[in-house]
Nanobody, 117 residues
Framework: VQLQASGGGLVQAGGSLRLSCAAS????????MGWYRQAPGKQRELVAT???????NYADSVKGRFTISRDTAKNTATLQMNSLKPEDTAVYYC????????????WGQGTLVTVSS
């Protein structure tokens, strides 16, 4: 199983970016897909997750600004990020808890989001 993340980049404060994550390989069911981020010198933290039933969960710091969605048929998840702030600058990692060849948790390679002030 591989998770391919895309969509990072440089944006000014107040702008928007959309991150996408695609899971491929032997996948029978994805329980939860989500995004985490890690800023320089900080621990990795949860940004948003979404269950296979479509229930989202957000970090308080992004509520009202970020929206997570997923396409269960395509094994993809999207994070729409609006009203970006400099403190959103981080490497964003896609994550999936899924059943493939067994039950495992997978990470994507990370995509850099830089928000300039």
């Amino acid at each position: 199983v591989q998770l391919q993340a895309s969509g990072g980049g440089l944006v000014q404060a107040g702008g928007s970016l959309r991150l996408s994550c695609a899971a491929s390989g032997t996948i029978f069911n994805i329980n939860v897909m989500g995004w985490y981020r890690q800023a320089p010198g900080k621990q990795r933290e949860l940004v948003a997750t979404i269950t296979n039933g479509g229930a989202p969960n957000y970090a308080d710091s992004v509520k009202g600004r970020f929206t997570i969605s997923r396409d269960t048929a395509k094994n993809t998840a999207t994070l729409q990020m609006n009203s970006l702030k400099p403190e959103d600058t981080a490497v964003y990692y896609c994550n999936a808890d899924l059943y493939g060849n067994g039950h495992r948790n997978y990470w994507g390679q990370g995509t850099l989001v830089t928000v300039s002030s």
